[in-house]
């Protein structure tokens, strides 16, 4: 207890058990009462002389209750008042009243309990600036305690100026008044204070909170680590969804903005639509992917398989030359890279279980040619296969209708999954690709998340959250800032290649090669070689069948060999390797065996993904 509490108190007991009411037998006046030493608000009091008093404080009003016996808080007297007491009926009354004038408290000045003398002879003791005499002879001096110290008063909050402040307890029966005062007490019967009420309980509010205050002094819940800010009643972490203008798709922090309807299944560009959107961009003719037509060609002229009018020009027949041409083989036929000086022939396509490949043939419709092992050292048709089949692309098949993606971290088992629509997950395990006219792209630039998104035209914006591009061209970066993409088509024969904002693809029989073996050269597109044909930087590269080998150690540039499988015999100015396997040379020697070119140059685990190694490259999962 404070030392101005304890004086209070201390005032209040003395005034109650021993303080003349009537100003004593010698007093004079006869007072109403203990003037402005009214007790702490529930200190005794006595009902049958006393009705209400002032506080020490002079401007603050008890009342004295007639059940307890107890003094109980009324609340201060209102701006430019004080509190004063007179004897009405016998009984003590305080009321607000202006100030007396000529300076000193209300609680002196208003004094009448005690005259200027004593009976018995006692002293006459001061209690304020001018005096306010009390009988008991030997009753200690006490001082007047000032409206600080009444802060730390049961039932009070600290005051606030009260020469402007005007209390305010309109339709409240307890709480706060505004002013440092209350506007009641709860009776026993409803002792909770909400919003100015007096209720029985109180009665948790949660409904649509995930945390904070339930209006009662508990909780709605504690935030989970992963998103640890309460921010109104709603956890929240440090990722902040997006779903502003979205019905639909990702929200930026592996969550939805929502589900389509069935009514509108399709989550395009974040709007649910219905089941097909057709897809004509960078076409002119062919399908759009939901049962019509881009368009129809001209006479004179053919739609391509990439949606393309060409001008119509005679078929290849089987057994033609059909290296560097545009013409299409005839029906039946496809144009295969072949090891003699031809390059590449229309050959008959092979049925399932038939050996297929260079030089041999490709596939009908409905299967792949795909290497019977790892070794590569033969190729077979395999028919495509159906949703959740398992698949490889090493003598098992594809899928007919989605794509071969592994169930979980390899070595882990691989299966057909459906290609998704507009808006579906993908880019994981257990995930298809996308479906036609559409590509699996990142949710934003540092998404950890894909979503297939809608393909554009050349020229077109593309890039993460925003979509990829049509068939016949790819989605570069402008600028090595990659803030911006766009849909570039193949680069023309001697262009610029694979720098930014052009394309890495070349038109058909060319090939992006650099100019030099210095890091960073440019590159140009360069004609692809043949088996036996010369290559080397800024000459052109070889065909997929084969690899370029220098025929002298040192040598810039070489001759186009056909490539072994795995173990083949190698070396300079003698063979190659197939794509995937590299030459390792013996001790000392310039010869070797054709092995696996990632754990020849160590890329296994380097920290990039290297796509031609022949095992899984980790780097990439």
């Not at 006595?46 to 109980?72: L, M, R």
């Not at 001209?298 to 020009?313: E, H, I, K, N, Y």
């Amino acid at each position: 207890m404070s030392r101005s509490l304890l004086i209070l108190s201390l005032f209040a007991s003395l005034c109650v058990s021993g303080c003349a009411i009537g100003g004593g037998g010698g007093g004079g006046g006869g007072g109403g009462g203990p003037i402005g030493t009214a007790g702490v608000d529930g200190s005794p009091c006595n009902p049958t002389t006393q009705v209400s008093a002032c506080s020490a404080a002079t401007t603050i009003q008890v009342a004295c209750d007639p059940a307890s016996g107890k003094w109980a808080m009324l609340g201060p007297c209102p701006a430019g008042k004080v509190c004063k007491e007179s004897a009405q009926s016998g009984k003590t009354v305080a009321t607000c009243a202006d100030p007396v004038s000529g300076g000193g408290t209300a609680a002196a000045d208003a004094a009448t309990g005690g005259g200027n003398g004593s009976s018995g002879g006692g002293e006459t003791t001061t209690g304020g600036s001018d005096g306010g005499g009390t009988t008991g002879g030997d009753a200690p001096a006490v001082d007047v305690v000032t409206v600080e110290d009444q802060t730390t008063l049961k039932d009070e909050v600290t005051p606030k100026d009260e020469s402007t402040c005007t209390p305010n307890c309109a339709d409240k029966e307890c709480g706060d008044n505004g002013c440092g005062g209350v506007c009641g007490k709860c009776p026993g019967a409803a002792p909770n204070c909400v919003q100015g009420t007096c209720q029985a309980t109180c009665k948790p509010n949660c409904a649509g909170k995930a945390c904070g205050d339930n209006g009662c002094g508990g909780s709605c819940g504690t935030c989970p680590a992963t998103a640890p800010v309460c921010d109104q009643f709603q956890c929240k972490g440090d990722c902040e969804p997006n779903c502003a203008g979205k019905n639909c798709g990702p929200d930026g922090c592996g969550g939805s903005c929502g589900t389509c309807p069935a009514t509108a299944p399709v989550c395009d560009q974040f709007q649910c639509k219905g089941d097909c959107e057709p897809n004509c961009a960078g076409k002119n003719c062919g399908p759009d992917g939901c049962g019509g037509a881009c368009g129809t060609c001209s006479g004179g002229t053919t739609c391509s398989a990439q949606g393309m009018c060409v001008a119509t020009g005679a078929t290849i027949p089987a057994g033609g030359v059909c290296w560097g041409k545009s013409n299409p083989c005839t029906a039946g036929t496809q144009c295969v890279v072949t090891t003699d000086s031809g390059g590449a022939k229309c050959l008959p396509d092979q049925n399932n279980g038939q050996a297929c490949g260079a030089g041999i043939g490709y596939c009908k419709p409905g299967s792949e040619c795909l290497w019977t092992s790892k070794a590569k050292s033969s190729g077979k048709c395999y028919p495509n296969l159906a949703a959740g089949s398992p698949c490889s692309s090493y003598g098992v098949g594809l899928c007919s209708d989605g794509a071969c993606a592994w169930t979980a971290k390899p070595p882990a088992a691989q299966k057909c999954f459906v290609n998704g629509g507009l808006g579906a997950a993908c880019g994981d395990y257990a995930m298809g690709n996308c479906k036609d006219g559409l590509s699996c792209i990142q949710d934003a630039k540092d998404a950890t998340t894909s979503s297939c998104m809608k393909d554009a035209a050349a020229g077109a914006a593309c890039g993460p959250g925003i979509g990829g591009c049509g068939e016949g061209t790819e989605c570069i970066w402008t600028s090595s800032a990659k803030t911006s993409a766009k849909c570039v088509p193949p680069a023309a024969p001697g262009a610029s290649c694979a720098q930014w904002g052009t394309a890495t693809a070349c038109v058909p029989w060319y090939s992006c090669a650099p100019d030099s073996n210095a890091q960073g050269a440019p590159r140009h597109c360069k004609p692809i070689k043949k088996i036996g044909e010369t290559c080397g930087y800024g000459i052109g590269f070889c065909s997929f069948i084969g690899q370029c080998v220098p025929e002298t150690s040192g040598a810039s540039s070489g001759k186009c060999m056909l490539g072994g499988p795995k173990s083949a015999f190698c070396g300079i100015g003698i063979a190659g390797c197939i794509s995937g396997y590299g030459c390792k040379f013996d001790a000392g020697k310039s010869t070797g065996s054709c092995q696996d070119v990632c754990e020849i140059n160590g890329y296994y685990g380097d920290g990039e993904c290297d796509s031609v190694c022949v095992e899984p490259d980790p780097d990439c999962f």
